[in-house]
Structures are given as C-alpha cells and as structure tokens.
C-alpha cells in the first residue's frame, strides 16, 4: 500500500468521522428535546388526575403468577389505564383482557386505545430486575387510532373523532354504537379470545344504501408504537409497515427511511413491525386494491416522540364492501411477539415479517439453523450454551471444507520460495505474460492452486450472511442473560462512558473486542498463506486483512450481543482446529516432499500444453509484436 493510498483512506476517514459528528443533534438539541418531552409527559400526567373522576374506576387485577426459567415466582403488576389525549363528551376507557392481552377501548371513535402484553416487559422495566412484571406496553391512548373514512351528503365522515354509546357484551367482548344521523348506525364489535394475541373486529353498516358508494368505505389504522429494547437507533432500523397480497407475496416499506406505496393488489393483511412485536390486522375477504396506501415515517429530532416512540406508522384500507345497505366486515387483530412459532401458527404467513434474509439465506435460517436452535432450547438448555453448540454443530458440517482449505494453504505455503523467485526473475510489468505462464505452470506441475483455497471461504460466505441475518431476528434470544451480558439481543457493555464517542459509541462491548481479537489472532495465523500483490497500484492484502477486524469494533459495538458471541466462538474454534489439523494431520515435510516427486514426474513427461497456457503464449507472442512495432 503506498502513501497515496494510506492518505486517502485517512482522508476518507476523516471525511466520514466529521460527517457523523455534524449530522449529530448537539447537546443543547438533545436537552431541549428531553425538557420538552418530560413538559409534555408531567402534563399528561395531570391532566389524567383531573380526568380520573369522570374516568371508570380501574378494577384491579387479581395477581397472576408465572413460573420463571428458574422456577421462582414473578407476580404481574396491575396496570392501570392511561388516557393521554382529551375524550369527548363522556369519554371513557373501557378494558378487557385474558391471560395474553390487557386492552383498553376508548369511546372516543370506538378505538383501541392501548396494548399491553402480560407475559414481556420492556427492557427499561426488565433492567430495573424488580420482582414483580410490569406488561409491556406496544401503545397508549393517544399514540394511535382505528377509524372509518367515507363521503357522505358532500362531507367526509371520520369517526375517529366522534363519541361512541359502548356496551359490554362479556367480560371478553364490548360493542361501540354510532348513530351519524336517523336510521344510520356504525357498529364496532370487539372481542377477546381465551389464552390468546389475537382479537376479532367486526365492523357492522347500516342504513347508508343510496348515501354511500360502498367502494369509498375506507378504514385508516394508524399508530406510533413505543420503544420497548435497550437501543431505540436499532429498533427503528429493523420496524416497518409489512403487507401480504393476495398472491401471497409479502413486501414492505423501507426500514432506514420515510417511505409510502400504494397496493398493487388486493391485501390479505397488514402489519406494523418492530423489532420484536408486532400489530397485525387481516381482513377476512382482504382489503380491495383501490385506495389502499401505506405509509411510514420516522421522527425527527426535536420530535416530542424522538426519544420515546419507533416511528409512525399509517395504513388506509379500502374495505372491499359489496352491500353498503346492511353491511358486516369481519377483521382480526394480532398483538404479539414476532416468535416464529408463534406467528407459523396462525398459518396466515404472519411469519414473513421476520427479516431472515432473502432467497438462499432465509432458507437456510428457517430450515436449518432455526431447527437446529429450537432443539437445543426446546431441552432445557441455556441460550449462551444453544449458541455455542449450534456453532459446533456448524463447525462439524464445515470441517471438510477447513480442511482442504488448510492443506491448500500449507501447499501455497510451501511453494512461496518459487513464487518470489518468479516475481525476482520477471519485476517488469512488460513481463508479466510470461510469468502468469511459469506460475501456471508451477502451479499445474505441484498440484496446487491459489483457488483451491478461495473457493472453500466462498462456500463458507452465505452461512456468515445467513448468521448475521439469524441472531438479530431470533425472538428466543430477547432479555435472555449469558455470562456478563443482561441480554443477548442487544449489545453487552462492560463499561458505559456516560458520553458519546463518534462512529464508535457510548459503551464498551466485551464480545466485540473477544471476537475481534480471535479474527486478529486467526489474521495473523494465515498471514503468511497470503501472496503480496505483484502489479503496481493493487492494496496491499495483508494490511487489508489486519485492519478489517478494527473496523470491526466500530461496526459490531452496538449489534447484538449474541451474534458477536457466535462469531467469537465460531472463529476461536476455527484457530483450535486450524492448529489441530497442522499439528497431528498434516505434515508439511511429507507434503512438500510428495510435490516435489509429482512436480519431477510432471517435468518428465512431455504434456500437451492447456487451452488456457496456449491462450497466454499467444496474448504473449502478440503483446510482444506490438511492442516491437511500437519500437519502429
């Protein structure tokens, strides 16, 4: 590498690291944000005291009991409803609940007005290792609404903003009644299945025949859903808007930015997507093609929700209506975790929101390192010690591929002293026709290869993508504690700086800095398999080689920490069997000494030359000629 090149790359990195330090909101921003978020919380909070008069009292729920992975008991907290935005008239908050859900119905618009989900907490509440579990919470009155749009009498009606007469039909089922004007009525019928995330919504029309065109009925479901991980940056990179049509082809909008699509066909089912839960509505007979749009947009700094929220998230459904006049749409709500199985079940392909990867790589993770992995925690076993036999597992299937790959290093190794002096004999660039035919033939004669060695890590490329895709996306890894890290789908820290380093972070990850190290020592091991480049210009590989797993603490600091936990294992077992193979299965004086006796045997006997050697001699022969010419 020469020192245009060096420049550049400190240039380059220079360039990056004051674009990430001006792209930063400043101190003042990020505490002016916080003042204005914590202003708005506090007066949410009164305003919820004044209004708790007119609000139903709360019943309190009986303490439920839920056996641990360690077999103590964890009492759930009760919790109580949250209006967070004014009611209407008599506004009030009505709640149902089994043993999954707690759901609060706000009669103003008939919507659902907040989530929460028994069995998970939130990582802050999670963080906080009280005994008693506090459900986590996917919205709040306020963050989101559920509504029907249509042109009636030259006006647009929205009934998310009008009151709604609610009847309890059950303890498991409610009603909300509308009645727009004399002999016209909107009927929403929610109710609650038994043990489970889903919830049945039927939207009942009548009396609108003449005054309505039954395709203008849209249904607009919009909602900000609350950040519930450790690191807020990462889930909004992995949440959503995700759609399934009715040709059973999933799609979705961007995660990385603000983004919107119109249906292209008709929709079996929508979701909003987050890391890991989700909200997912279907209809029975789909939502029609025309008029249904989907929109997500991300906060900017500044934002009241910047600091508390993922994104939002909008999606408008033409409700596919044939009979306005006594009109029924049957819809069903999913609130849940996004586990594989779980969503598998509802044998609906709730389960192509998981972003495994595409193609090759998501086969591979849904058939068989998810297999693989479910095993071993269906047995009992810990997910730090699932991790590590996977990775073993892997390694076995692998093995073979290790092995010639170490043998055609140990080849390359070997005939290193022939290569310099090939490289010695033809330094000339004008000459470098003639030493490509003598490497090929050196090659050909000792039956070596510099691809033989390539081809094996290419082999070994789609499992490093497909591992990078899994352990991000795998549920069974969320709060779950290995070692000195509290929780393996985010990053571990065995010291928080209390301030921010650009590009690298606030933190320390002892995983990164494990599985850096092996890549450094694993580098360092093969260093002397790599061949210096010979034409002038061409990055030195060696260096590239050794500041890669640098670059890497930067990149991975903040990513899961049982991915870099896999990738730590994985590359420390590849070390052990790297010096395994050389020290009791490969003898490189038995290896040399069987090149040597094939490459006189090759000398020996007169071979007809190769298509690919006869193609060299004569680009040589021509080069030559013209080189020649160019002489007169």
Same mark, same amino acid.
């Given at each position: 590498?020469?020192?245009?090149?060096?420049?550049?790359?400190?240039?380059?990195?220079?360039? *990056?690291?004051?674009?990430?330090?001006?792209?930063?909101?400043?101190?003042?921003?990020?505490?002016?944000?916080?003042?204005?978020?914590?202003?708005?919380?506090?007066?949410?909070?009164?305003?919820?005291?004044?209004?708790?008069?007119?609000?139903?009292?709360?019943?309190?729920?009986?303490?439920?009991?839920?056996?641990?992975?360690?077999?103590?008991?964890?009492?759930?907290?009760?919790?109580?409803?949250?209006?967070?935005?004014?009611?209407?008239?008599?506004?009030?908050?009505?709640?149902?609940?089994?043993?999954?859900?707690?759901?609060?119905?706000?009669?103003?618009?008939?919507?659902?007005?907040?989530?929460?989900?028994?069995?998970?907490?939130?990582?802050?509440?999670?963080?906080?290792?009280?005994?008693?579990?506090?459900?986590? =919470?996917?919205?709040?009155?306020?963050?989101?609404?559920?509504?029907?749009?249509?042109?009636?009498?030259?006006?647009?009606?929205?009934?998310?903003?009008?009151?709604?007469?609610?009847?309890?039909?059950?303890?498991?089922?409610?009603?909300?009644?509308?009645?727009?004007?004399?002999? &016209?009525?909107?009927?929403?019928?929610?109710?609650?299945?038994?043990?489970?995330?889903?919830?049945?919504?039927?939207?009942?029309?009548?009396?609108?025949?003449?005054? #309505?065109?039954?395709?203008?009925?849209?249904?607009?479901?919009?909602?900000?859903?609350?950040?519930?991980?450790?690191?807020?940056?990462?889930?909004?990179?992995?949440?959503?808007?995700?759609?399934?049509? =009715?040709?059973?082809?999933?799609?979705?909008?961007?995660?990385?930015?603000?983004?919107?699509?119109?249906?292209?066909?008709?929709?079996?089912?929508?979701?909003?997507? &987050?890391?890991?839960?989700?909200?997912?509505?279907?209809?029975?007979?789909?939502?029609?093609?025309?008029?249904?749009?989907?929109?997500?947009?991300?906060?900017?700094?500044?934002?009241?929700?910047?600091?508390?929220?993922?994104?939002?998230?909008?999606?408008?459904?033409?409700?596919?209506?044939?009979?306005?006049?006594?009109?029924?749409?049957?819809?069903?709500?999913?609130?849940?975790? =996004?586990?594989?199985?779980?969503?598998?079940?509802?044998?609906?392909?709730?389960?192509?929101?998981?972003?495994?990867?595409?193609?090759?790589?998501?086969?591979?993770?849904?058939?068989?390192?998810?297999?693989?992995?479910?095993? *071993?925690?269906?047995?009992?076993?810990?997910?730090?010690?699932?991790?590590?036999?996977?990775?073993?597992?892997?390694?076995?299937?692998?093995?073979?591929?290790?092995?010639?790959?170490?043998?055609?290093?140990?080849?390359?190794?070997?005939?290193?002293?022939?290569?310099?002096?090939?490289?010695?004999?033809?330094?000339?660039?004008?000459?470098?026709?003639?030493?490509?035919?003598?490497?090929?033939?050196?090659?050909?004669?000792?039956?070596?290869?510099?691809?033989?060695?390539?081809?094996?890590?290419?082999?070994?490329?789609?499992?490093?993508?497909?591992?990078?895709?899994? *352990?991000?996306?795998?549920?069974?890894?969320?709060?779950?504690?290995?070692?000195?890290?509290?929780?393996?789908?985010?990053?571990?820290?065995?010291?928080?700086?209390?301030?921010?380093?650009?590009?690298?972070?606030?933190?320390?990850?002892?995983?990164?800095?494990?599985?850096?190290?092996?890549?450094?020592?694993?580098?360092?091991?093969?260093?002397?398999? #790599?061949?210096?480049?010979?034409?002038?210009?061409?990055?030195?590989?060696?260096?590239?080689?050794?500041?890669?797993?640098?670059?890497?603490?930067?990149?991975?600091?903040?990513?899961?920490?049982?991915?870099?936990?896999?990738?730590?294992?994985?590359?420390?077992?590849?070390?052990?069997?790297?010096?395994?193979?050389?020290?009791?299965?490969?003898?490189?004086?038995?290896?040399?000494?069987?090149?040597?006796?094939?490459?006189?045997?090759?000398?020996?006997?007169?071979?007809?030359?190769?298509?690919? &050697?006869?193609?060299?001699?004569?680009?040589?022969?021509?080069?030559?000629? &013209?080189? =020649?010419?160019?002489?007169?």
């Amino acid at each position: 590498m020469d020192k245009k090149q060096v420049y550049g790359l400190v240039l380059i990195g220079l360039i *990056f690291s004051v674009f990430t330090i001006l792209k930063q909101p400043s101190v003042a921003d990020k505490e002016k944000a916080k003042k204005e978020a914590e202003k708005t919380e506090q007066i949410k909070v009164n305003s919820i005291k004044e209004a708790s008069i007119k609000i139903e009292k709360e019943r309190i729920l009986a303490s439920k009991t839920k056996q641990s992975t360690t077999g103590t008991q964890t009492a759930i907290l009760p919790v109580k409803s949250n209006p967070k935005a004014p009611l209407v008239g008599d506004g009030e908050l009505i709640r149902l609940e089994n043993e999954k859900l707690i759901l609060d119905f706000s009669t103003k618009g008939g919507k659902v007005a907040a989530v929460y989900l028994k069995e998970f907490e939130s990582y802050k509440h999670f963080a906080d290792k009280k005994d008693k579990k506090v459900p986590l =919470n996917l919205f709040q009155d306020g963050d989101a609404v559920n509504e029907l749009v249509f042109p009636i009498s030259g006006k647009k009606l929205k009934t998310g903003d009008l009151a709604f007469t609610a009847k309890k039909l059950s303890d498991h089922s409610i009603s909300f009644t509308l009645t727009p004007n004399d002999g &016209q009525t909107i009927e929403y019928v929610y109710t609650l299945k038994k043990d489970a995330y889903d919830l049945d919504y039927v939207i009942n029309l009548d009396g609108f025949e003449g005054k #309505v065109a039954a395709q203008n009925v849209q249904l607009n479901w919009k909602s900000s859903l609350r950040k519930t991980e450790r690191l807020l940056k990462l889930q909004k990179h992995v949440s959503t808007v995700c759609f399934m049509n =009715n040709k059973e082809e999933a799609d979705y909008l961007s995660e990385m930015s603000d983004d919107n699509q119109l249906a292209e066909h008709k929709i079996d089912w929508v979701a909003f997507k &987050q890391s890991y839960f989700s909200s997912i509505l279907k209809a029975e007979n789909g939502f029609a093609k025309n008029g249904t749009k989907f929109k997500i947009t991300n906060f900017k700094a500044g934002n009241k929700k910047f600091f508390t929220h993922i994104k939002d998230y909008s999606a408008s459904m033409n409700l596919n209506i044939s009979n306005i006049g006594k009109a029924s749409v049957k819809l069903n709500w999913f609130f849940g975790p =996004n586990d594989y199985h779980i969503l598998k079940s509802y044998d609906n392909g709730y389960d192509d929101i998981l972003n495994f990867g595409w193609g090759m790589f998501r086969w591979i993770n849904l058939y068989f390192f998810y297999p693989i992995f479910s095993f *071993f925690t269906n047995t009992g076993t810990g997910i730090g010690v699932a991790i590590l036999l996977l990775t073993l597992v892997l390694k076995l299937i692998l093995m073979p591929i290790q092995w010639k790959q170490f043998v055609s290093s140990a080849k390359m190794r070997i005939l290193k002293p022939e290569i310099d002096e090939l490289n010695a004999k033809f330094p000339n660039k004008e000459d470098a026709m003639k030493k490509q035919v003598e490497m090929m033939s050196l090659y050909r004669e000792s039956g070596a290869s510099p691809l033989a060695g390539c081809i094996p890590a290419l082999i070994q490329m789609p499992i490093l993508i497909t591992v990078y895709k899994f *352990f991000p996306a795998a549920f069974e890894l969320r709060q779950k504690p290995f070692l000195w890290a509290e929780d393996l789908s985010s990053y571990d820290s065995i010291w928080d700086f209390g301030f921010t380093i650009p590009i690298y972070g606030d933190h320390m990850s002892l995983f990164t800095l494990l599985f850096c190290g092996a890549t450094l020592a694993f580098t360092y091991l093969n260093s002397g398999n #790599v061949q210096q480049p010979t034409q002038p210009g061409m990055p030195n590989m060696k260096v590239m080689m050794y500041v890669m797993p640098f670059m890497m603490i930067f990149m991975f600091n903040d990513y899961s920490s049982g991915l870099s936990y896999y990738y730590f294992i994985s590359t420390f077992i590849s070390i052990l069997l790297m010096v395994v193979i050389k020290q009791f299965f490969v003898d490189e004086e038995k290896l040399k000494t069987k090149m040597a006796a094939r490459k006189l045997e090759k000398s020996t006997v007169v071979k007809k030359k190769s298509k690919f &050697q006869e193609r060299l001699e004569q680009m040589q022969k021509l080069q030559q000629e &013209q080189k =020649n010419l160019k002489k007169k």
